[in-house]
Protein backbone atom coordinates (compact mmCIF):
# COMPACT_ATOMS: atom_id res chain seq x y z
CA UNK A 1 0.00 0.00 0.00
CA UNK A 2 1.40 3.16 -1.22
CA UNK A 3 2.14 6.04 1.88
CA UNK A 4 -0.69 8.16 0.16
CA UNK A 5 -3.08 6.19 1.32
CA UNK A 6 -2.28 6.63 5.22
CA UNK A 7 -2.70 9.25 7.05
CA UNK A 8 0.10 10.74 9.46
CA UNK A 9 -2.53 11.16 12.25
CA UNK A 10 -3.28 6.98 11.85
CA UNK A 11 0.35 6.20 12.53
CA UNK A 12 0.28 8.36 15.29
CA UNK A 13 -2.03 6.81 17.51
CA UNK A 14 -1.66 3.35 15.92
CA UNK A 15 -1.89 1.31 19.43
CA UNK A 16 -3.14 3.48 21.83
CA UNK A 17 -6.88 2.94 20.95
CA UNK A 18 -7.47 1.12 24.42
CA UNK A 19 -10.80 -0.37 24.97
CA UNK A 20 -12.74 1.57 28.02
CA UNK A 21 -13.05 -0.96 31.44
CA UNK A 22 -16.67 -1.75 31.76
CA UNK A 23 -18.23 -0.36 34.43
CA UNK A 24 -20.88 -2.09 36.61
CA UNK A 25 -24.51 -1.33 36.45
CA UNK A 26 -25.00 -2.04 40.26
CA UNK A 27 -24.78 0.72 43.18
CA UNK A 28 -21.12 1.17 43.74
CA UNK A 29 -21.59 0.37 47.53
CA UNK A 30 -17.98 0.63 49.00
CA UNK A 31 -16.30 0.35 52.29
CA UNK A 32 -14.20 2.68 53.48
CA UNK A 33 -11.41 0.62 53.35
CA UNK A 34 -12.21 -0.16 49.93
CA UNK A 35 -12.51 3.49 49.32
CA UNK A 36 -9.29 4.18 50.56
CA UNK A 37 -7.76 1.72 48.05
CA UNK A 38 -9.64 3.42 44.92
CA UNK A 39 -7.75 6.61 46.27
CA UNK A 40 -4.56 4.82 46.54
CA UNK A 41 -4.84 3.59 42.64
CA UNK A 42 -5.94 6.69 41.55
CA UNK A 43 -2.95 8.25 43.24
CA UNK A 44 -0.47 5.83 41.98
CA UNK A 45 -2.23 6.27 38.31
CA UNK A 46 -1.73 9.61 38.66
CA UNK A 47 1.91 9.61 39.13
CA UNK A 48 2.33 7.30 36.60
CA UNK A 49 0.93 9.08 34.42
CA UNK A 50 3.32 12.04 35.06
CA UNK A 51 6.33 10.10 34.29
CA UNK A 52 5.19 8.52 30.97
CA UNK A 53 3.93 11.95 29.91
CA UNK A 54 7.87 13.01 29.84
CA UNK A 55 8.40 10.12 27.68
CA UNK A 56 5.54 10.35 25.67
CA UNK A 57 7.28 10.22 21.79
CA UNK A 58 8.36 6.43 22.66
CA UNK A 59 5.42 4.38 20.90
CA UNK A 60 5.28 2.19 23.96
CA UNK A 61 5.05 5.06 26.24
CA UNK A 62 2.26 6.32 24.40
CA UNK A 63 0.28 2.76 24.59
CA UNK A 64 1.40 2.75 28.70
CA UNK A 65 -0.06 6.58 28.41
CA UNK A 66 -3.00 5.60 26.71
CA UNK A 67 -3.74 2.42 29.47
CA UNK A 68 -3.28 4.69 32.60
CA UNK A 69 -5.56 7.32 31.37
CA UNK A 70 -8.22 4.75 30.59
CA UNK A 71 -7.80 3.28 34.06
CA UNK A 72 -8.01 6.92 35.70
CA UNK A 73 -11.21 7.66 33.73
CA UNK A 74 -12.41 3.98 35.48
CA UNK A 75 -11.23 4.98 38.94
CA UNK A 76 -12.33 8.76 39.01
CA UNK A 77 -16.14 7.53 37.84
CA UNK A 78 -15.83 4.63 40.35
CA UNK A 79 -14.88 7.25 43.03
CA UNK A 80 -17.33 9.48 41.91
CA UNK A 81 -20.17 7.26 42.24
CA UNK A 82 -19.19 5.39 45.53
CA UNK A 83 -21.50 4.52 48.34
CA UNK A 84 -19.78 4.45 51.25
CA UNK A 85 -21.54 2.16 53.48
CA UNK A 86 -21.00 1.23 57.29
CA UNK A 87 -23.39 -1.46 58.67
CA UNK A 88 -24.60 -1.06 61.54
CA UNK A 89 -22.24 -3.47 63.81
CA UNK A 90 -24.53 -4.24 66.17
CA UNK A 91 -26.89 -6.47 63.20
CA UNK A 92 -27.06 -9.91 63.98
CA UNK A 93 -27.50 -10.34 60.18
CA UNK A 94 -25.27 -10.83 57.45
CA UNK A 95 -24.99 -7.38 55.43
CA UNK A 96 -22.42 -5.70 53.57
CA UNK A 97 -19.34 -5.34 54.77
CA UNK A 98 -19.86 -8.30 57.24
CA UNK A 99 -17.10 -10.83 57.71
CA UNK A 100 -18.47 -14.24 57.97
CA UNK A 101 -17.38 -17.26 58.75
CA UNK A 102 -19.60 -20.32 57.51
CA UNK A 103 -18.97 -24.67 57.41
CA UNK A 104 -19.14 -25.94 54.92
CA UNK A 105 -20.44 -30.05 53.85
CA UNK A 106 -17.23 -31.15 54.57
CA UNK A 107 -16.95 -29.75 58.51
CA UNK A 108 -14.48 -27.12 57.22
CA UNK A 109 -15.08 -23.51 58.26
CA UNK A 110 -14.20 -20.48 55.94
CA UNK A 111 -13.92 -16.65 56.19
CA UNK A 112 -15.50 -14.43 53.68
CA UNK A 113 -15.66 -10.23 54.11
CA UNK A 114 -18.41 -9.03 51.96
CA UNK A 115 -17.38 -5.61 50.02
CA UNK A 116 -17.65 -3.89 47.05
CA UNK A 117 -17.06 -4.95 43.26
CA UNK A 118 -13.60 -3.15 43.06
CA UNK A 119 -12.23 -4.27 46.51
CA UNK A 120 -13.28 -7.81 45.87
CA UNK A 121 -10.47 -10.20 45.91
CA UNK A 122 -11.07 -14.25 46.52
CA UNK A 123 -7.59 -14.86 46.93
CA UNK A 124 -7.93 -12.41 50.40
CA UNK A 125 -11.28 -13.90 50.72
CA UNK A 126 -13.26 -10.69 50.17
CA UNK A 127 -15.88 -11.18 47.93
CA UNK A 128 -18.22 -9.15 45.90
CA UNK A 129 -21.41 -8.05 47.35
CA UNK A 130 -23.26 -9.08 43.67
CA UNK A 131 -21.25 -12.77 43.99
CA UNK A 132 -23.60 -15.73 44.02
CA UNK A 133 -21.80 -16.26 47.53
CA UNK A 134 -22.49 -13.01 48.89
CA UNK A 135 -25.91 -13.15 47.40
CA UNK A 136 -26.33 -16.14 49.29
CA UNK A 137 -25.44 -14.85 52.79
CA UNK A 138 -27.09 -11.76 52.90
CA UNK A 139 -30.32 -11.31 55.21
CA UNK A 140 -29.49 -14.62 57.19
CA UNK A 141 -27.72 -15.13 61.12
CA UNK A 142 -25.93 -16.70 62.92
CA UNK A 143 -27.23 -20.74 62.95
CA UNK A 144 -28.91 -20.52 59.58
CA UNK A 145 -28.34 -22.81 56.46
CA UNK A 146 -27.96 -21.16 53.04
CA UNK A 147 -27.70 -22.47 49.45
CA UNK A 148 -24.57 -21.39 47.36
CA UNK A 149 -25.48 -22.00 44.05
CA UNK A 150 -22.51 -22.64 42.01
CA UNK A 151 -21.54 -23.86 38.44
CA UNK A 152 -20.12 -26.90 40.01
CA UNK A 153 -22.88 -28.01 42.65
CA UNK A 154 -24.62 -26.27 44.99
CA UNK A 155 -23.02 -26.03 48.72
CA UNK A 156 -24.58 -26.25 51.87
CA UNK A 157 -23.54 -23.31 54.18
CA UNK A 158 -24.29 -23.00 57.97
CA UNK A 159 -23.56 -19.43 59.02
CA UNK A 160 -21.14 -19.64 62.48
CA UNK A 161 -20.13 -15.81 62.94
CA UNK A 162 -21.11 -12.54 62.25
CA UNK A 163 -18.70 -9.50 62.82
CA UNK A 164 -18.37 -6.34 61.46
Known amino acids: M ?10 EHAGTDVPER ?23 LDLARRALEANKDAPSGQEQLAIINRDLRYISARLESALITKPDAASNQVLFGATVTVEDENGDNLTYEIVGEDEADIKANKV ?16 ENVVWVRPVGNATLEIIKISY
Do not use: C, M
Open 2 to 11: SRGFVKEDDL
Open 22 to 44: PVSAHPNYVTANGYALLQAESQK
Open 128 to 143: SWTSPLAKALIGHKIG
